[in-house]
């Protein structure tokens, strides 16, 4: 019987997740993703995906639809709520900072739990972002630099505050998926939204805000 190949896409997938998060993604051949999937023929992989670049889209789309939605999720909940800045009944600067950074946060954080490569996606997100060029889910992500931007601290946004948070966010969850499952996920979890909720917090200094006002 010829092979599936849906079957085959999806092992050559499984395969790449596994080694790209072990080894790193710049680390690993294709012929050692191909063999890892028990293909004997070293061109499956560029049949079924073209490039390494394309790979890692396939192995990044397992997790990321429903990593997206659920952030959705959390900022149409904040939307929802939310005043504008400043208005009366409108949320704080301190709680809507938190709930921004509960929205980054709590839907990646959710792959700890997930036994079918959540891990492994979070330990391969934390190689992109880290890039010089990072590679970031865009949709959400969008939408949620936008709702935090009238939070920030003034020279804040010029000074990239929101990446500063986001590099924290996914190089501490791929930090905690290193370790074995079985920790306080929660703990950690509410802990980093803490962190990230600082961040966007954080005050430029004078001597910043000076330095800043040099170079324009």
Wanted: aromatic share 4%.
């Amino acid at each position: 019987m010829p092979p599936n190949p849906e079957e085959t896409r999806n092992r050559l997938i499984s395969a790449a997740e596994r080694l790209f998060a072990e080894r790193g993604v710049d680390a690993v051949s294709l012929r050692e993703i191909n063999a890892a999937a028990g293909q004997r023929n070293n061109t499956a992989l560029q049949y079924h995906f073209g490039d390494r670049a394309a790979l890692v889209r396939a192995v990044l789309g397992r997790h990321q639809p429903g990593v997206e939605a659920a952030r959705h999720r959390l900022l149409d909940a904040y939307e929802a709520g939310a005043g504008d800045p400043g208005e009366a009944g409108g949320r704080g600067p301190g709680d809507a900072r938190r709930e921004l950074a509960g929205a980054l946060v709590r839907p990646a954080a959710a792959k700890l739990g997930d036994p079918e490569g959540g891990r492994d996606y979070l330990r391969i997100l934390g190689q992109l972002v880290a890039r010089p060029e990072p590679a970031v889910p865009r949709d959400s992500m969008q939408r949620w630099r936008e709702l935090v931007e009238p939070w920030l601290p003034d020279g804040a946004a010029r000074l990239h505050q929101r990446f500063m948070a986001v590099r924290v966010t996914y190089a501490e969850l791929a930090r905690r998926a290193l370790l074995p499952p079985g920790g306080d996920e929660r703990l950690f979890t509410s802990h980093l939204v803490d962190v990230v909720a600082a961040v966007l917090a954080a005050e430029v200094s004078q001597e910043t805000a000076l330095l800043l006002a040099e170079r324009d």
